[in-house]
């Protein structure tokens, strides 16, 4: 079965983004010459699942940022919604079931999914489809936004891998979710 992987970044209060889903102050961040892992991270998914919210904010960044194919989730986008430039690399599924979503990524071949954005990462969780988390902290609070982390029926219990902080602040966490 495919597999589910996190790989983000929170303010120390636990926002992914704004409620605009801005990231200015993830950007702020004096990050020069450290190496957080993300090139091997890519390496290692056959591609990404990303919600509406984090597909229309990586759009209006200066370039595309994924080499890897993108699946974004999406009950309002269509392929009309898909420049010219990403036709090829980004896919649109009106699909809201997490679960059927890696089933059908699975029989493309896929193995390890990055999946990505606030809200999309607290359903596959809810879903019991993430099996590790990279969780990158940011020594800075925002007050507001969208959580990683929403409300949850039942706990979900994560064991810690590693835990590595770097000069800039910023501490990276990696976590394997335990299973029930």
Known sequence: ?????????????GFVAREDHTLDWLMKQPT??????????????????????????VLSFDK???????????????????????KGKVEITSETDPAKVMSDLHEKGWKRVYVD?????QSFMRAGLVDDITLTLIP????????????IEQDIDLKLLSSQSYGSGLVMNRYKVVKP
């Open 1 to 13: 079965m495919t597999t589910g992987h996190v790989y983000i970044a929170t303010s120390l209060d």
């Open 140 to 151: 800075v609070l925002i007050g507001k936004g969208i959580r990683l982390f929403g409300d």
């Open 117 to 121: 954005g606030g809200r999309l990462v």
């Open 64 to 86: 595309w940022l994924y080499t890897k194919p993108v699946l974004v989730m999406s009950t309002s986008l269509s392929k009309a919604d898909i420049p010219d430039e990403l």
């Open 32 to 57: 020069e010459g450290e190496d957080y892992g993300y090139d091997a991270f890519i390496d290692s998914v056959d591609g990404l699942v990303m919600g509406r919210g984090s597909y229309e904010t």
